[in-house]
């Protein structure tokens, strides 16, 4: 297997140069959630996080600008383990930058493809399980009155937390150093990214039916029958309504309407159904 590290003159090169960056990535990405907006999520922090590194990656400005677009796309994981995507997505555009026929729209496809089940299997472990565990211990020292709870606490918590968050960046960059090469140039990248864009439909898809809440409380009688509308409409299709609304607002935003007018204008629309007893 061909390893593109020993032939690579370009930035990052050699091991003090990846040591460097490795620790930069680290400190960076504790502030993913500096800058959540309804619009992007993460993905305007996960640009700036990954910001110093592109520009070494990329001397020309111009190709330099057009990483930080790509890296400030819509983006929402859990955030110990988004530095293994961060780390795959510096070696996808180290590629990029030594390759001219690589297909930039696989950067895009895998972090979409990712985001959704490290959200998963993060939120669960480190929510879930981890956080438990750790506030079990530090409550049961604490209510003897016992200082070290809190301490505990913080330690079984974030000793993990960190280790992933550094070494997740560290084996995120060099998986995709060592198989993005040969994946291009064997066609396997472009089957990559297809299955990749059909999962992360897949995952907007559920998305939009997870978090988009709307449905009608509408009701009347009709020739002595009760008619309730959302049963009609649930017959028809399960969430048509937050369908048709998440369907008008991609309309809109590809029309190049502010996102800040299409939230004001589904405001007006929401107090306009209110007022007239549909929701």
């Given at each position: 297997?061909?390893?593109?590290?020993?032939?690579?003159?370009?930035?990052?090169?050699?091991?003090?140069?990846?040591?460097k960056m490795f620790r930069q990535l680290f400190f960076r990405q504790f502030q993913l959630l500096g800058s959540m907006n309804f619009t992007r999520m993460e993905g305007l922090s996960y640009g700036w996080?990954?910001?110093?590194?592109?520009?070494?990656?990329?001397?020309?400005?111009?190709?330099?600008?057009?990483?930080?677009?790509?890296?400030?796309?819509?983006?929402?994981?859990?955030?110990?383990?988004?530095?293994?995507?961060?780390?795959?997505?510096?070696?996808?555009?180290?590629?990029?930058?030594?390759?001219?026929?690589?297909?930039?729209?696989?950067?895009?496809?895998?972090?979409?493809?990712?985001?959704?089940?490290?959200?998963?299997?993060?939120?669960?472990?480190?929510?879930?399980?981890?956080?438990?565990?750790?506030?079990?211990?530090?409550?049961?020292?604490?209510?003897?009155?016992?200082?070290?709870?809190?301490?505990?606490?913080?330690?079984?918590?974030?000793?993990?937390?960190?280790?992933?968050?550094?070494?997740?960046?560290?084996?995120?960059?060099?998986?995709?150093?060592?198989?993005?090469?040969?994946?291009?140039?064997?066609?396997?990248?472009?089957?990559?990214?297809?299955?990749?864009?059909?999962?992360?439909?897949m995952m907007v898809g559920a998305m939009s039916a997870s978090m988009v809440k709307f449905s009608t409380t509408y009701q009347t009688t009709i020739a002595g029958q009760p008619f309730v509308l959302q049963?009609?409409?649930?017959?028809?299709?399960?969430?048509?309504?937050?369908?048709?609304?998440?369907?008008?607002?991609?309309?809109?935003?590809?029309?190049?309407?502010?996102?800040?007018?299409?939230?004001?204008?589904?405001?007006?629309?929401?107090?306009?159904?209110?007022?007239?007893?549909?929701?």
């Amino acid at each position: 297997m061909t390893d593109i590290q020993t032939k690579d003159t370009g930035a990052y090169s050699d091991s003090k140069e990846e040591k460097k960056m490795f620790r930069q990535l680290f400190f960076r990405q504790f502030q993913l959630l500096g800058s959540m907006n309804f619009t992007r999520m993460e993905g305007l922090s996960y640009g700036w996080t990954l910001a110093p590194m592109l520009r070494k990656i990329y001397p020309d400005p111009h190709r330099y600008q057009e990483s930080l677009k790509r890296n400030s796309q819509f983006f929402n994981t859990n955030q110990h383990l988004a530095p293994f995507i961060m780390g795959l997505t510096l070696s996808m555009e180290k590629e990029n930058a030594n390759n001219a026929t690589f297909d930039t729209a696989s950067i895009n496809g895998i972090k979409v493809a990712l985001m959704g089940p490290f959200a998963g299997v993060g939120d669960s472990f480190f929510y879930g399980v981890l956080r438990i565990i750790a506030t079990g211990i530090a409550i049961g020292l604490a209510s003897q009155g016992n200082p070290l709870g809190p301490l505990l606490f913080l330690l079984v918590y974030n000793i993990p937390s960190y280790l992933v968050r550094y070494y997740g960046g560290i084996m995120g960059y060099r998986l995709g150093s060592k198989y993005i090469a040969e994946a291009t140039q064997s066609g396997l990248l472009k089957c990559i990214t297809k299955a990749s864009s059909i999962m992360g439909l897949m995952m907007v898809g559920a998305m939009s039916a997870s978090m988009v809440k709307f449905s009608t409380t509408y009701q009347t009688t009709i020739a002595g029958q009760p008619f309730v509308l959302q049963e009609i409409l649930d017959k028809i299709c399960v969430g048509l309504i937050p369908l048709l609304l998440v369907l008008g607002c991609l309309r809109m935003l590809n029309k190049k309407v502010s996102p800040n007018r299409v939230l004001i204008l589904l405001i007006v629309l929401g107090f306009a159904a209110a007022g007239v007893g549909l929701i």
